[in-house]
């Protein structure tokens, strides 16, 4: 039987790495950071979106303003 769990999360903006080239190509990510309670999948670490290749940090911060206003909540339905 299908079991649905929900927490609260924030989007948060986290710039990686760049490569080896020293190349201005750091991956940029938008990371959910729990707010109110965890799902139990997320426990053993973490989760983020990486952002497309050419991804401005002010592109990103818009993203994650608007993520934040408009996501109530993340889910995962166990099958």
């Known amino acids: 039987m299908p079991t649905t769990q929900n927490a609260k999360y924030r989007f948060t903006v986290k710039e990686g790495q760049p490569s080896a080239s020293g190349r201005d190509d750091a991956p940029i990510s938008l990371m959910l950071e729990p707010t109110d309670g965890e799902l139990d999948i997320l426990k ?3 989760m983020s979106l990486r952002l497309a290749s050419g ?3 002010s592109e ?3 993203l994650e303003k608007k993520l934040n206003l408009i996501v109530t909540s ?4 166990k099958l």
Request: hydrophobic share 40%; aromatic share 16%.
């Open 44 to 46: 053993p670490g973490f």
């Open 55 to 57: 991804t401005t940090m």
């Open 60 to 62: 990103a911060h818009d």
């Open 74 to 77: 993340i889910g995962f339905t």
